[in-house]
């Protein structure tokens, strides 16, 4: 069942996540939390071209089965007036990649700000992912996204394989029939990301940053329902995500060995319903875009 598990590797490249303390995950750290990966079994990983350096310290686990998600700026492409020079450099940027990690291929290739699709070009970049699907250059193609103000129009449009989205607690607007039949009935995979929200649901309430004050009522609603339930932070959120049924990945992230093992070692065996009176659609708690 944890095959459903992805690893995401921001922590690689960047001091990611509101709550990180430790900073960028050496070399050596990634060496080990590679290695325990294999161990367990677990071999997707979530990347992105734009992440500096990151290709070259996957490869340092000298593995080659490694099945990578990987993301790109469309912006790269705003000057490009045809979809062979777009492709052309794609098929450029995911060998480069792909030989930096050490496989043989991308297995799904994401757009970051799928806005760009819907600008001069937004046509010929998705001809370009197209064919590079058809030609076998990748197995999928997809968007990352942040919100789903315009999913119909993207779908109707720009129809993908995958589509990775934001999923917790607190952020469940993927929980919408109408977005998953449409999800659904165009057999698109869906990808959950955020499903710790940056790593604000695991930490104590006497830690949050001060910047998360004005909803400190939603998280000392958390506090109190894992409280009177007994369930660690981790095993509430994992189990959450885990087991809804329309999610066929889950992205997690970590800044160590130590944490890693701390989530496969939870217990991944019961569904685990949450008070629909913790969710928010506040967007400036929901989307990290909105916290700077």
């Known amino acids: 069942m944890k095959n459903k598990l992805v690893l995401g590797t921001a922590q690689f490249s960047k001091k990611y996540g509101v709550t990180n303390k430790k900073g960028v995950t050496s070399k050596s750290e990634i060496t080990k939390i590679l290695y325990y990966l294999k161990k367990k079994y677990i071999y997707d990983l979530d990347?992105?071209?734009?992440?500096?350096?990151?290709?070259e310290k996957i490869k340092l686990s000298k593995y080659s089965y490694w099945k990578i998600i990987t993301k790109v700026d469309p912006d790269r492409f705003k000057n490009y007036k045809n979809k062979n020079e777009i492709k052309n450099n794609l098929?450029?940027?995911?060998?480069?990649s792909a030989k930096n990690i050490g496989v043989k291929k991308i297995e799904t290739l994401l757009l970051h700000n799928v806005s760009s699709l819907f600008r001069k070009n937004g046509n010929q970049i998705y001809i370009a992912l197209k064919e590079l699907r058809e030609s076998g250059y990748?197995?999928?193609?997809?968007?990352?996204?942040?919100n789903f103000e315009k999913l119909h129009e993207l779908i109707k449009k720009f129809k993908p394989d995958v589509l990775q989205c934001p999923f917790n607690v607190i952020d469940r607007r993927l929980n919408n029939k109408n977005i998953i039949n449409l999800l659904k009935k165009n057999e698109i995979k869906i990808h959950a990301r955020s499903i710790?929200?940056?790593?604000?649901?695991?930490?104590?309430?006497?830690?949050?940053?001060?910047?998360?004050?004005?909803?400190?009522?939603?998280?000392?609603?958390?506090?109190?329902?894992?409280?009177?339930?007994?369930?660690?932070?981790?095993?509430?959120?994992?189990?959450?995500?885990?087991?809804n049924s329309s999610i066929d990945k889950i992205i997690?992230?970590?800044?160590?060995?130590?944490?890693?093992?701390?989530?496969?070692?939870?217990?991944?065996?019961?569904?685990?319903?949450?008070?629909?009176?913790?969710?928010?659609?506040?967007k400036n708690l929901i989307d990290p875009l909105n916290w700077r």
């Not at 098929?91 to 480069?96: A, C, G, Q, T």
């Not at 990748?138 to 942040?146: D, E, P, Q, T």
């Not at 009177?228 to 994992?238: F, P, T």
């Open 138 to 146: 990748i197995k999928n193609f997809g968007y990352s996204i942040y």
């Open 196 to 243: 710790f929200l940056q790593g604000l649901l695991l930490i104590k309430l006497d830690d949050l940053p001060k910047k998360f004050f004005k909803w400190k009522k939603i998280f000392q609603k958390w506090d109190n329902w894992i409280t009177k339930y007994n369930y660690s932070r981790l095993e509430a959120c994992l189990n959450f995500s885990f087991f």
């Open 47 to 55: 990347t992105s071209i734009e992440y500096n350096l990151v290709d």
């Open 91 to 96: 098929i450029k940027l995911i060998n480069k």
């Open 252 to 282: 997690f992230g970590i800044d160590d060995l130590n944490q890693l093992k701390e989530i496969l070692d939870v217990k991944l065996n019961k569904k685990i319903i949450v008070p629909s009176y913790l969710a928010s659609n506040d």
